[in-house]
């Protein structure tokens, strides 16, 4: 080939699996076959086969559709062999399909032809006369090292699946191979072998070959500069080493693995990390795009330093994808359990996670202030959501605070984290009208039990102070505690008697005023009796604020002492009515703005 020429030719998978190739090391994994814990997931195998078959039925016997599959861009290497820089995916999966139907064929008994034996492994001779065996796709990173040969060498069935992750989606890429041929053509020998030749003679795929790796980098980021989901990823992984000098590339792509193996583990997305990094380090409008974010890679290398020291600048992303995958996992940066992160996880659930943006901003900060602005995060969410504050508004104002946060010391963070608390009071109107009229029905229980479980943590803590089971939110919110309905949802005629009017109005029944946390095992107890009969169990409680709601009776242990003066503060409720429901209400609403850290200014807001 001469210097500096670009080659371009489709060909079949017949004639590309000719030649020889290999996955280099600084490549990312095999990651088609990958599914969840419940075994959901591959669908890129499954789409692959689809698409294929659906061209092969349109097939006569005097006409077969070709099927472009996509483009790969190889440069070959001084021993002959192409290096492969895109297109891992479709030619693994498609020299795994082989390998299946050669052993597919193998255990039904029918004809394995020739040519097939070819295209998995063959023996080349060079120059000198010395020959070489070697299979036809070779993975050399480490993830997936010598896997192949054990599909190569027959029986893929028995080849290992335990392992790495690019091991466990090798394996799961090859089951549905076999299940795709069992579920189709029906253990068929004929059909079987039909469907590999219209496989290896007509389904094509575009080779680009360049002269040098450089060029072949180039052309990748080119082919897929409109890359979504993990593309994205992979470009900047590209961009990074079309910048480093090749003695660096084993570094790179080391840290590289590090970094997408540990939000991997921990269940996170690659590019809401990265777009996230971006709101929390940058200067970026909360508008940004996760498919805007190579375009902004590569108009900015000056604010990232990735083109001038990409090493450098990988160690930095790695260093914040250890704090992410922390925070997403309830810890600090440093890896320590953290109860603000936790107890937003226990409010949001685990699909919110704009606070992250605001974690990274702050991940440097000190101990102390780190916890405390996970505390104020806290407040601050809790205001958002239960005011129903629309996503990309209160993201808007997460990244607004990050960019000052980035900017932050430890010296002057008791002065900036004053800025949450003016985001609360600016909304402690509507904070007031949410609590007042909160609903079951207005949000979701596990945010309405997290709820409950903060207001009568505080009254534990306020009477008791913290204890390793009372400093734990999650103790309160865990599954041996209930949402109890005072007057049940689901009343007796003796309950509903005794309540009087409204008892089947679902405003009353489903309000806040007519709930409280209350242990399991006292629940199916009380079931849907009546109130008289239910206070007396709920005295049974560990929870103060429960042991209190039919009266105070014996929880007064003192003049002055703190659970005294705690008890004292509590409203009782010797009778359950609906004017005991809105007081009730009104109780938690004012100890809510307590709790969450909102000034109660206006005399008359209650």
């Known amino acids: 080939m001469p210097e500096q020429s670009i080659v371009s030719n489709d060909m079949s998978l017949k004639r590309l699996l000719q030649d020889f190739y290999r996955v280099p090391d600084y490549q990312r994994e095999y990651v088609w076959g990958e599914t969840d814990p419940k075994g959901e997931g591959g669908e ?17 016997p005097q006409f077969a559709p070709e099927y472009f599959v996509g483009t790969i861009v190889v440069c070959q290497a001084a021993d002959d062999v192409f290096e492969l820089v895109d297109g891992q995916q479709r030619t693994t999966t498609s020299y795994l399909t082989i390998c299946a139907i050669r052993d597919a064929l193998t255990e039904l008994g029918g004809a394995v032809p020739e040519e097939l034996a070819g295209q998995i492994a ?57 299940d795709f041929l069992r579920a189709t053509f029906k253990d068929d020998p004929a059909q079987i072998l039909r469907f590999y030749g219209y496989l290896t003679n007509k ?26 989901g993990l593309d994205a990823m992979d470009l900047l992984k590209n961009l990074l080493f079309m910048n480093a000098p090749a003695g660096d590339f084993g570094k790179l792509k080391e840290r590289w693995k590090q970094l997408t193996d540990r939000l991997y583990e921990a269940g996170e997305k690659p590019l809401r990390f990265l777009r996230y990094y971006l709101l929390a380090t940058h200067d970026l409008d909360s508008k940004l795009r996760e498919d805007a974010i190579y375009d902004w890679f590569q108009k900015n290398e ?28 309830g810890r600090n940066a440093a890896g320590t359990v953290e109860a603000g992160i936790v107890n937003t ?47 990309k508004e209160y993201e808007r104002q997460i990244v607004d605070l990050a960019h000052r946060l980035a900017r932050v010391t430890d010296a002057d963070f008791d ?27 207005d949000t979701r229980l596990f945010r309405l039990k997290y709820a409950l479980a903060k207001l009568t943590q505080h009254i534990d803590l306020s009477a008791y102070g913290p204890s390793e089971g009372r400093s734990n939110l999650a103790d309160y919110t865990a599954g041996a505690n209930d949402v109890e309905h005072i007057l049940p949802a689901g009343a007796d005629e003796d309950a509903i008697l005794e309540f009087g009017e409204s008892a089947r109005d679902p405003e009353v029944v489903q309000s806040l005023g007519n709930l409280l946390l209350l242990e399991s095992s006292i629940n199916r107890a009380i079931s849907n009796q009546k109130y008289s009969y239910k206070v007396g169990k709920y005295a049974s409680s560990k ?34 009515n609906v004017k005991a429901v809105r007081e009730r209400q009104e109780f938690l609403t004012k100890m809510a703005f307590e709790v969450w850290g909102v000034d109660l200014v206006l005399p008359d807001l209650l």
């Open 345 to 391: 996880q226990l409010l949001g659930g685990k699909s919110i996670k704009q606070h992250f943006i605001l974690l990274l901003a702050g991940r440097k900060l000190s101990a102390g202030n780190f916890a405390h602005l996970a505390t104020e995060i806290e407040r601050t969410m809790f205001v958002w959501l239960i005011t129903r504050t629309p996503g």
């Open 415 to 441: 002065a900036f984290s004053g800025e949450f608390a003016s985001l609360r009071n600016a909304m402690r109107i509507e904070f007031a009208r949410s609590m007042r009229t909160l609903h079951t029905y």
């Open 122 to 178: 063959a023996s080349s001779v060079d120059w000198q006369g010395n020959t070489t065996r070697r299979l036809r796709l070779d993975l050399q990173y480490e993830d997936a090292r010598g896997i192949l040969e054990e599909y190569a060498a027959g029986g893929g069935g028995a080849a290992k699946r335990d392992g790495t992750r690019s091991i466990r989606n090798i394996g799961n890429a090859y089951d549905k191979v076999r």
């Open 302 to 329: 000056n604010l990232t330093g990735h083109a001038k020291a990409p090493l450098k600048f990988t160690d930095e992303l790695l260093a914040a994808a250890n704090a992410y995958a922390n925070f997403s996992q």
């Open 543 to 576: 929870f103060l604020l429960t042991r209190c709601q039919g009266g105070k009776d014996g929880q007064e242990v003192g003049v002055a002492d703190r659970i005294t003066k705690t008890v004292q503060g509590l409203s009782a409720y010797p009778d359950w």
């Open 203 to 228: 389904v094509k795929v575009i080779r680009i070959e360049t002269p040098t790796i450089a060029k072949a980098l180039k052309i990748f980021e080119t082919i897929n500069d409109r890359g979504v």
């Open 44 to 60: 890129e195998v499954d789409q692959f086969l689809a698409d294929i078959y659906t061209e092969y039925e349109n097939a006569t």
